[in-house]
């Protein structure tokens, strides 16, 4: 059978299968005792690897799949309520903390890839990418470093922003020529150079909101670290059999100062209007608009991204309309595995579950559900914007042959960070170690911590055992 008739029958197939799920006299279907919103999704994501140059239909198709099987069989769901809760809109326009509901996360994803989609190119005409050759070392060394700076930019730049200027980078630097394996690359340093930083990533940024202290996040770096150093070693070795860091700076290349100006309004706006009001695509699109008064903007490169933007907020929609009340218990092997589902399901609903649940160690967990998501390029924001300027790389297969040391990166990454620091589950603001979590016990004066596996992993006043 064709791919081309599997791809039409999909929707078909998708909405017969509860039929038999009815048949056996379940309420809401489910097969085997798996809610039936899994498996939709799971063969959207299917769809998604097979049909990989029809992505954008395949999320459209699924998500409208989604939402028909919920409102036939799901008596409970509100669409109007899922997206914007029971607070008023208005207070929740004005007071970020009474926000319910997805329409915020869906509104700064869409203003942010298309905003960030705006900045790459005004960044690559700023002449900046066209004279960076000129500092970075010769050979797979150039390559490194460029994930180096995509790391750093990261930890307080948001990271579709620094896999965006990566990206534009390699495409100047290695001559529109960037192996399937680099461009990997790129999302994985981007993610993990936002994962111990609460203004790096939205994951992050949501704990710090929550009552996280940002000292009780940063000590991700240590499997970030880690991570980068793997990925950056193997990603440029492809990088350099496949195309040689160009040696010399482009011949007259000047640098546009207003242009330069426009990207740091941009960045700034990012920052200033998620720290102050949770929602960072405001403060870019301020910055596009104001810079329209002292450059050209480059409009046209929306046109390029909106397919992609589309395809993402899909994906992500469905993600929110999954049935996952609650999570297994707290544990190092919980967040673990969640670095392994964040790569196919968006890691903001995932991490708010987790805050509502408390008792994790929240540095392990920013690092597993943001660079957990590198694995697949649909599995974050950055792979998904960066894509948009690498359409090659929309293909999942691909992405995992050549893209296979971010996954081992991960695993390394994470036993490192669980061998130097342990399992440190923290407070947040709803819920309180000492006082909510069932892996606290106490022994006359001594508190022992323990995870879900009654692993002992911290104990005051002796040394670390099992």
């Not at 994906?315 to 009340?325: F, K, Q, R, W, Y």
Request: net charge neutral; with cysteine; proline share 3%.
């Amino acid at each position: 059978m064709s791919k081309k008739l599997l791809f039409l029958l999909m929707p078909v197939l998708m909405l017969l299968l509860p039929i038999g799920a009815i048949a056996q006299g379940s309420s809401i279907p489910s097969i085997g005792g798996i809610r039936f919103e899994f498996i939709l999704f799971a063969l959207t994501l299917v769809s998604v690897a097979l049909f990989h140059k029809q992505t954008f239909w395949v999320a459209i198709i699924g998500l409208t799949t989604i939402l028909i099987f919920k409102f036939i069989f799901d008596s409970e769901f509100n669409l109007f309520h899922h997206f914007f809760g029971e607070n008023s809109f208005n207070e929740q326009i004005i007071y970020k903390g009474l926000r319910q509901g997805e329409w915020s996360t869906i509104l700064n994803l869409l203003g942010l890839l298309l905003g960030f989609a705006l900045l790459a190119k005004i960044f690559e005409e700023s002449g900046v990418p066209d004279i960076i050759p000129k500092y970075l070392p010769n050979d797979w060394k150039g390559g490194f470093v460029l994930l180096v700076l995509v790391f750093v930019l990261s930890s307080f730049l948001d990271n579709i922003a620094a896999a965006m200027i990566g990206g534009t980078i390699a495409l100047i630097v290695f001559k529109n020529k960037v192996h399937i394996g680099y461009i990997a690359g790129i999302v994985a340093a981007s993610n993990a150079g936002g994962s111990g930083s609460v203004v790096g990533d939205t994951t992050t940024t949501m704990m710090w909101i929550e009552g996280v202290s940002p000292l009780n996040v940063v000590h991700a770096y240590v499997a970030a670290g880690v991570a980068l150093l793997i990925v950056a070693w193997f990603a440029s070795h492809q990088q350099d059999k496949y195309q040689r860091i160009a040696k010399d700076a482009k011949q007259g290349a000047k640098i546009d100062w207003g242009k330069i100006i426009i990207v740091g309004l941009i960045l700034i706006g990012a920052i200033l209007s998620n720290f102050l009001y949770d929602m960072p695509a405001l403060g870019v699109w301020i910055a596009i608009i104001i810079g329209s008064f002292v450059r050209k903007t480059p409009w046209g490169e929306i046109s390029g991204a909106i397919k992609g933007t589309i395809f993402l907020l899909c994906l992500v929609t469905a993600a929110s309309l999954m049935p996952v009340d609650d999570l297994p218990s707290a544990s190092w092997l919980t967040a673990f595995i969640l670095g392994f589902v964040s790569a196919v399901f968006d890691n903001i609903p995932l991490t708010k579950l987790c805050l509502e649940q408390g008792c994790f160690d929240w540095g392990m967990l920013a690092y597993t559900v943001g660079f957990g998501g590198s694995m697949i390029w649909f599995g974050s924001s950055a792979g998904v914007a960066i894509t948009n300027k690498f359409g090659e790389a929309r293909d999942v297969f691909k992405w995992i042959k050549y893209g296979w040391h971010v996954i081992l990166a991960y695993i390394v990454g994470f036993f490192v960070l669980y061998a130097i620091i342990g399992w440190e589950p923290a407070d947040n603001k709803f819920v309180k170690v000492a006082r909510d979590c069932n892996c606290i016990e106490k022994t006359n004066d001594t508190i022992i911590q323990t995870d879900s596996l009654n692993v002992k992993i911290k104990t005051q006043g002796e040394s670390q055992s099992e």
